[in-house]
């Protein structure tokens, strides 16, 4: 397996200044690291049943569906709430730099539904969080969550605490 943290790019002072953020185009642009990376974030849940795999906007979806696919689950994508064309449901929550929201259309999950939750990154878990409620207000069971990137030094996991959570790059400082 490649050396994964060798193909993501320290920008420092983006989006605003103080924030170091973790630009994963290199590794998206790397054939042999972004078919290690889905297959490592998928690895942990093979063989359990996840049927849907629910991804944050926007970075969550490029990994979400490879691992939907290795999986051989269906994807639902957590989006903008005006993004979304049909009858959704809402979840708040904030960001380490700033405030948002994600939705997920009504029937994108079922009661249930064994999920597994995947995005870039994990920073403050809010992102997370919100979606995680998201699937649990419609009836799914979260099987665990599934993370590229892991801010450790944010503690995000804490805000998961219920949840098996694995991440393939972990960072103990900004
Ligand atoms: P959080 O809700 O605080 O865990 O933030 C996670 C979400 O924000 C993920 O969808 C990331 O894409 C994005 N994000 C937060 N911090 C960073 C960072 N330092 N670099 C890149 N993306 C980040």
Do not use: Q
Request: with cysteine; net charge neutral; glycine share 12%.
């Amino acid at each position: 397996m490649k050396d994964l943290a060798a193909y993501i790019r320290d920008v420092p002072d983006f989006p605003k200044k103080g924030i170091v953020f973790k630009d994963i185009t290199p590794l998206l642009g790397d054939a042999g690291a972004f078919a290690g990376t889905v297959a490592a974030l998928a690895a942990p849940f093979e063989g359990r049943g996840v049927s849907k795999v629910v991804a944050a906007e926007a970075r969550g979806f490029v990994f979400g569906a490879g691992v939907a696919l290795r999986l051989g689950a269906g994807f639902v994508p957590a989006r903008k709430p005006k993004k979304l064309p049909w009858k959704h449901r809402e979840a708040k929550f904030e960001l380490e730099y700033g405030t948002d929201s994600l939705a997920i259309h009504e029937d994108a999950v079922s009661p249930g539904e064994n999920v597994l939750l995947v995005d870039d990154l994990i920073a403050t878990g809010g992102t997370m969080a919100a979606v995680a409620r998201l699937v649990e207000d419609a009836g799914g069971k979260v099987v665990g969550c599934a993370f590229a990137i892991e801010l450790s030094f944010l503690n995000g996991r804490a805000r998961l605490g219920g949840y098996e959570v694995h991440s393939l790059i972990k960072y103990d400082a900004p």
